[in-house]
T-cell receptor
Framework: AQSVAQPEDQVNVAEGNPLTVKCTYS??????LFWYVQYPNRGLQFLLK??????LVKGSYGFEAEFNKSQTSFHLKKPSALVSDSALYFC?????????????FGTGTLLAVQP | DGGITQSPKYLFRKEGQNVTLSCEQN?????MYWYRQDPGQGLRLIYY???????QKGDIAEGYSVSREKKESFPLTVTSAQKNPTAFYLC???????????????FGPGTRLTVL
């Protein structure tokens, strides 16, 4: 079965420090990987995606993520956290060439950045 | 939230009533999706449609129904058969040009449904 795991329910980091939000996946095939952010009572906003090519992907608001095929991971990173980065972050995966084009979401990680 | 609108933002329903949640997009996207979000469970797919006049059940379709009569619209009906409908409902759409399935989904602002 295809799945996405976000092992941390919450990540706490001080403003100005680097942040990492972890994501691992399990799929039968080559993945497309996505990160989304959700602010309270809002829809999801797309941050970045890995399709193919360079394993390091850069996205919106200074975020980046590294695709690691051997570890089946796609961790989200930012060199210097801002208080405004505090939100709920979702990792998602879709199998390339899958019949349904369905996205499988992780359960989300709440990022709290303290001033 | 792009060109996807959901209405209403908040909806209250009495037990035994059917309610319909609206989702409209002006992005000219072929594919549309409905998700349910509950605390600690991430997003779960209810129904999706890859083209007008066609839709498929997702992972938790029981107690829900949809229609896709127009490309722009994908309304979701929460029926009285849905035993625990209180949740945050998200609609999304995705372009399917160039037959690429690497395109990301665009989400609406959501509807919070509460059963009284």
């Amino acid at each position: 079965a295809q799945s996405v795991a976000q092992p941390e329910d919450q990540v706490n980091v001080a403003e100005g420090n680097p942040l990492t939000v972890k994501c691992t996946y399990s799929v039968s095939g080559n993945p497309y990987l996505f990160w989304y952010v959700q602010y309270p009572n809002r829809g999801l906003q797309f941050l970045l995606k890995y399709i193919t090519g360079d394993n390091l992907v850069k996205g919106s608001y200074g975020f980046e993520a590294e695709f690691n095929k051997s570890q089946t991971s796609f961790h989200l990173k930012k060199p210097s956290a801002l208080v405004s980065d505090s939100a709920l972050y979702f990792c998602a995966v879709r199998v390339r060439g899958g019949a349904t084009n369905k996205l499988i979401f992780g359960t989300g990680t709440l990022l709290a950045v303290q001033p | 939230d792009g060109g996807i609108t959901q209405s209403p933002k908040y909806l209250f329903r009495k037990e035994g009533q059917n309610v319909t949640l609206s989702c409209e997009q002006n992005l000219n996207h072929d594919a549309m999706y409905w998700y349910r979000q509950d605390p600690g469970q991430g997003l779960r797919l209810i129904y999706y449609s890859q083209i007008v006049n066609d839709f498929q059940k997702g992972d938790i379709a029981e107690g829900y129904s949809v229609s896709r009569e127009k490309k722009e619209s994908f309304p979701l009906t929460v029926t009285s058969a849905q035993k625990n409908p209180t949740a945050f409902y998200l609609c999304a759409s995705r372009p399917t040009y160039r037959r690429s399935d690497g395109n990301e989904q665009f989400f609406g602002p959501g509807t919070r449904l509460t059963v009284l």
